[in-house]
């Protein structure tokens, strides 16, 4: 039973920072490219950033370079998105995705959370 789930969401003002958290359960860890996708409200869900677990290789949209890091902890099986100098574009539902294959496609998504900057 594969699970995806996403905590650290939250309201912050301007400027700010969160750090995104996505515990990964029920298949390897290693070897798999996993994701931060958001949606805002009335907008497309977009991809954020992604990693792949063996390397460490990162990709990131335009609109996150240098301001947001995405990394992994084999230890804990858990993939982290930090968010900095958070601006109010920033403010959507973020979604933890997970692609075991590295197809481009995903197969599992987490349930969501809400960051909020005003």
């Known amino acids: 039973h594969v699970q995806l789930v996403e905590s650290g969401g939250g309201s912050v003002q301007a400027g700010g920072t969160l750090r995104l958290s996505c515990a990964h359960s029920?298949?390897?860890?290693?070897?798999?490219?996993m994701g931060w996708f958001r949606q805002a409200p009335g907008k497309e869900r977009e991809g954020v950033a992604s990693?792949?677990?063996?390397?460490?290789?990162?990709y990131y949209a335009d609109s996150v370079k240098v301001r947001f890091v995405v990394s992994r902890d084999y230890a804990k099986s858990t993939v982290y998105l930090q968010m900095n100098s958070l601006k109010p574009d920033d403010t959507a539902m973020y979604y933890c995705?997970?692609?075991?294959?590295?197809?481009?496609?995903?197969?599992?998504w987490g349930q969501g959370t809400q960051v909020t900057v005003s």
């Open positions: 995705a997970a692609d075991p294959m590295c197809s481009g496609h995903v197969s599992y």
């Open positions: 990693i792949y677990t063996g390397d460490g290789s990162t």
């Open positions: 029920g298949y390897s860890f290693r070897s798999n490219c």
